[in-house]
């Protein structure tokens, strides 16, 4: 099986995380897509949603695509997770052939930073989306994604704009914030 990962803090999900998945099943010669939402990434303090949360939300996005799995690896480990550590469960648990890890512009800057990085960049091939607002360069040798949607989960959890949250976990999404 050929495969992307795209790891991420989804919190919350939002539509340009929907179409990354759509652009990565149309253009990337893949079979599946693994959506691993973190428990905590590495290189952050806190997360908002819970992950449970976050990866409900996910689950429900993307219910009716048998391509997207939503990968609970990270989040069941209840700690920060290096992608390291997720690629070798993946390739302990699946026929794998191929991985592409796909990251925004922003994680491509710190890549080098990475927990075994020299090792990681062996067993995955990066594929960048690229982010308005980030210095898109360099990426000349490397597959990229054109997603052209200008928004972060950091600015909608500032002020939640409705239009940047995918229809299907758009009332979820508004009651979740309503409560907090
Ligand atoms: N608008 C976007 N364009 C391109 N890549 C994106 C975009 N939003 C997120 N990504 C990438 O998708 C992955 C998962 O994103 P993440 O869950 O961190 O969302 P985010 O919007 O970057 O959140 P935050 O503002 O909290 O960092 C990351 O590699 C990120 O760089
Ligand atoms: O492995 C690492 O050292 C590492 C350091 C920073 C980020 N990551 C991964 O990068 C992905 C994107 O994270 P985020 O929070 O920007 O959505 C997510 O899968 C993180 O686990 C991984």
Same mark, same amino acid.
Request: with cysteine; net charge positive; proline share 4%.
């Given at each position: 099986?050929? @495969?992307?990962?795209?790891?991420? =803090?989804? !919190?919350?999900?939002?539509?340009?995380?929907?179409?990354?998945? =759509?652009?990565?099943?149309?253009?990337? &010669? /893949?079979?599946?897509?693994?959506?691993?939402?973190?428990?905590?990434?590495?290189?952050? !303090?806190?997360?908002?949603?819970?992950?449970?949360?976050?990866?409900?939300?996910?689950?429900?996005?993307?219910?009716?695509?048998?391509?997207?799995?939503?990968?609970?690896?990270?989040?069941?480990?209840?700690?920060?997770?290096?992608?390291?550590?997720?690629?070798?469960?993946?390739?302990?648990? #699946?026929?794998?052939?191929? /991985? #592409?890890? /796909?990251?925004?512009? !922003?994680?491509?800057? =710190?890549?080098?930073?990475? #927990?075994?990085?020299?090792?990681?960049?062996?067993?995955?091939?990066?594929?960048?989306?690229?982010?308005?607002?980030?210095?898109?360069?360099?990426?000349?040798?490397?597959?990229?994604?054109?997603?052209? @949607?200008? @928004?972060?989960?950091?600015?909608?959890?500032?002020? /939640?704009?409705? &239009?940047?949250?995918?229809?299907?976990?758009?009332?979820?999404?508004?009651?979740?914030?309503?409560?907090?």
């Amino acid at each position: 099986m050929r @495969i992307a990962v795209f790891g991420g =803090s989804f !919190d919350p999900p939002h539509i340009a995380h929907e179409k990354i998945v =759509s652009i990565a099943l149309e253009e990337l &010669d /893949i079979d599946k897509i693994f959506i691993v939402p973190t428990y905590l990434n590495p290189f952050k !303090d806190d997360f908002h949603l819970k992950p449970e949360k976050r990866f409900s939300l996910l689950s429900k996005l993307f219910i009716n695509n048998k391509r997207v799995i939503i990968c609970d690896y990270e989040i069941n480990q209840k700690r920060k997770v290096p992608s390291f550590e997720t690629i070798q469960f993946l390739k302990n648990h #699946y026929e794998i052939s191929k /991985i #592409y890890f /796909i990251i925004g512009t !922003d994680n491509y800057k =710190s890549l080098n930073k990475w #927990y075994k990085y020299d090792e990681l960049k062996k067993e995955v091939e990066f594929v960048v989306a690229k982010r308005i607002g980030f210095l898109n360069e360099n990426l000349d040798k490397i597959k990229t994604l054109n997603v052209e @949607i200008d @928004i972060s989960s950091t600015n909608l959890r500032n002020s /939640i704009n409705l &239009d940047f949250i995918p229809k299907k976990i758009k009332d979820d999404v508004k009651s979740l914030y309503k409560t907090k």
